[in-house]
RNA sequence: GGAGAGAUGGCUGAGUGGCCGAAAGCAACGGUUUGCUAAACCGUCGUACUGGUAAUAACCGGUACCGAGGGUUCGAAUCCCUCUCUCUCCGCCA
């Protein structure tokens, strides 16, 4: 959420920021509704002290005896007034958080001005673009004959995109969280945390995806819970309301699965694992004082191309436009892997820094150095997601006779085997 | 699911209508003392909004907040209602 003093005291400012991200709000409604607000608090405060001073003389009076019938009838009036003018504030309260929930966050200076992902920046690449003596298959082809999955089955019972992992493919799974929890708790210096997978409408508020993202969740209604769409909700959400009295930095890596209605992206990049309903994901999330957030976002996407690296993956680093960056974050890098069966890159991170629009949006403060209490700065990225992960990993160790060498760094977790062999 | 008890500042815990933004203790911070550590003593020690002086530090004032929301009252931490959560017992069940 927006900073209204921000807006108050740098409207152009802001202005200017909105623009870049095509944003319709009307920052002079929100300054509008701020003087009104401040108006009617002024005056409401005002009657409040006159009240209460006038309530303590009526005790006195009382105490020495005397009538005090018709200076109580004046001051129920003032209460009436006062009643009005606290429901006035709040009306206008409400009408504000409305517009201003709805104000993305700004963009940090050194994010490119852009329209959409076409603008977006390649920051690096590492590795190289595998060749084959042959013509490389897809995951799914792979996978189908090394009995990693099935589709279909899991289509029966639940429909399309929520897959079915078995045997090695259910144990790849297994072994890639643990691999990717071990590296960043041993060494990254993250500490594991094990959240809910559902959560309230108030925590999905806290880091933004309601209102706006509702129809893209799983609600179950009888209990009014959301299944999160990322660990980044519950995990953020530890700090909400607080003021936090353990030194900062605070990084927790999480494994969860992500629940996504992804309406309206049937056909086109759903193949498979590519896009799926249901899938595993390891988090990152940091909590750190505001002075250090993009130096921290920098060792956050370090923290998770050491993943990639450590499995030997191509992959590239891009940095998002203004016009591509989601709806909370100040900055983004977003990570992509090569995968030569699908001859094209699949995002499998993206790390953003949100600066404090959603440490104010939940109420995450901490004490700084000189003791006063401040919003911290959030950041989080995927350390990384499970499937598309597997999709690299499939496509790049892919043989002529169809079979997977495995990532080395992979083996212990897998059992000590080196690679995948197809069924008979 | 049933019965009961409870929710107060970083923590413990007093407070049943005005003298309570809230005792006391602990922790923390600043200082004095001290050869160091410790102890002792003195002081500071919640959050948000808002007005003024001052221009984002500081100072003075006001208001609100004692789990959340509503009500009674001139006045609520204190009385009433609803909800949430925690604990104990019973039931049920992974």
């Known amino acids: 959420m927006f900073d209204i003093k921000l807006i108050r005291e740098n409207p152009d400012l802001v202005r200017a920021g909105l623009k870049t991200r095509h944003s319709p709000v009307d920052i002079s409604a929100v300054l509008d509704l701020d003087e009104r607000r401040r108006a009617a608090i002024t005056e409401g405060d005002r009657l409040k002290a006159a009240r209460n001073e006038i309530s303590k003389k009526i005790g006195e009076l009382k105490k020495a005896g005397q009538d005090t019938a018709e200076i109580q009838r004046q001051t129920r009036e003032m209460g009436e007034k006062i009643a009005a003018l606290d429901a006035s504030v709040r009306e206008i309260e409400e009408a504000q958080r409305k517009l201003v929930l709805a104000i993305p966050n700004l963009p940090h200076e050194s994010v490119p001005s852009g329209e959409d992902a076409m603008d977006n920046v390649v920051v690096r690449e590492w590795g190289h673009k595998k060749t084959f003596a042959f013509p490389p298959k897809d995951h799914v082809a792979l996978g189908e004959a090394l009995g990693l999955f099935d589709f279909e089955r899991a289509a029966r019972m639940s429909g399309a995109g929520f897959p079915l992992f078995t045997g090695p493919g259910a144990r790849l799974e297994r072994a890639l969280i643990q691999f990717m929890l071990d590296l960043h708790t ?131 680093v891009l940095q998002l436009c203004s016009g591509d960056m989601s709806f909370a974050a100040a900055k983004c890098y977003d990570l992509e892997l090569w995968a030569p069966g699908f001859n094209g890159w699949l995002e499998v991170s993206s790390c953003s820094n949100f600066e404090a629009f959603q440490a104010r949006r939940a109420g995450i403060r901490w004490k700084n150095a000189e003791g006063k209490t401040e919003f911290v700065h959030t950041l989080n990225g995927s350390g990384v997601a499970l499937p598309r992960l597997v999709v690299a990993i499939l496509e790049n160790g892919q043989q002529e006779d169809g079979s997977v060498v495995l990532p080395e760094a992979l083996r212990p977790y897998m059992g000590g085997i080196d690679r995948l062999v197809p069924k008979k």
Request: aromatic residues 6%.
């Open 186 to 316: 041993a060494k990254h210096g993250y500490t594991e945390v094990s959240p809910p997978h559902v959560v309230t409408t108030a925590t999905m508020t806290g880091t933004g995806q309601l209102p706006k993202m509702a129809d893209d969740m799983y609600h179950v209604p009888v209990d009014d819970l959301w299944l999160i769409p990322t660990a980044e909700v519950p995990v953020t959400n530890i700090y909400r309301e607080e003021i936090i009295r353990e030194p900062l930095p605070i990084k927790l890596v999480a494994h969860t699965p992500c629940f996504r209605r992804e309406a309206g992206s049937a056909g086109k990049e759903t193949r498979g694992l590519i896009r799926v309903h249901q899938f595993d994901k390891v988090e990152l999330v940091k909590f750190v004082p505001p002075g250090t957030s993009y130096d921290e976002l920098e060792k956050l996407v370090g923290d998770a191309t050491d993943v990639l690296e450590k499995l030997g993956l191509t992959y590239r």
